[in-house]
């Protein structure tokens, strides 16, 4: 499997505010740059957190996009993938219509009677992990469902798991002209973090481009 952390920050390194409020980093070059990413991958991950903070829908925006994608034999969305560990997500969720197919990774604290509202809403829920979902058991799972390459988009928790389980292929990140600030907004990779510098994922930068009043910074990991 091939994973694609994709993600818009600040100049110092922040998603959004510490209201955690979905903040408008890039323009619209970066929109269609990001939905070409989307329409190249075969799921979009987030966490809970970002469904929760966002409502997000994860389809494509362009629809040459999706009648490509349909006559290449291939659903019009990629499907949907939310990593949940106790099954926080609402059940009228927009991730959860029927645009494209949902996966939800839980671990097996969640309770069944959330698992069974959210099957019943339409989502194809998945156990791997104990207390926490485990994420390369649960991206195993997805490539048995032929699964190959998979989008993240956040947010930064569920981005420091995945490059704490050495999960990242390539990380495509747009750098905003703003400042954020402030200590508890959430930055590109939360969590515990690294401490030992033999830990600390080393990145190889591919490529920088200036879009809209930014960059866009590819690394291979």
Not at 36 to 60: E, K, Y
Not at 152 to 173: K, P, Q, R
Not at 205 to 214: C, E, F, H, N
Request: charged fraction near 30%; proline fraction near 4%; glycine fraction near 10%.
């Amino acid at each position: 499997m091939h994973v694609v952390v994709n993600a818009a920050m600040s100049a110092d390194g922040k998603l959004s505010s510490r209201r955690r409020e979905q903040i408008k980093i890039s323009g619209p070059d970066d929109f269609d740059r990001m939905d070409r990413i989307r329409a190249a991958a075969d799921a979009i991950v987030v966490g809970v957190g970002t469904v929760l903070a966002d409502d997000p829908h994860l389809t494509l925006d362009v629809e040459d996009r999706r009648v490509q994608r349909l006559r290449n034999g291939r659903p019009g969305n990629p499907a949907r993938v939310v990593a949940d560990s106790r099954a926080r997500t609402p059940t009228d969720a927009r991730v959860l219509d029927d645009e494209a197919t949902t996966y939800l990774l839980v671990a097996d604290v969640a309770p069944d009677d959330r698992v069974s509202a959210l099957e019943d809403a339409g989502a194809v829920v998945l156990r791997a992990g104990e207390e926490r979902v485990d994420l390369a058991a649960g991206f195993e799972t997805l490539g048995e469902r032929d699964i190959d390459r998979v989008m993240v988009e956040g947010g930064g928790e569920l981005i420091f798991s995945l490059f704490a389980a050495g999960l990242v292929d390539e990380l495509s990140l747009y750098v905003g002209s703003m400042i954020i600030g402030g200590r508890d907004a959430p930055t590109l990779a939360d969590g515990d973090g690294f401490v030992d510098s033999e830990a600390f994922p080393r990145l190889d930068l591919m490529d920088a481009k200036r879009i809209d009043d930014g960059i866009v910074l590819r690394y291979s990991v």
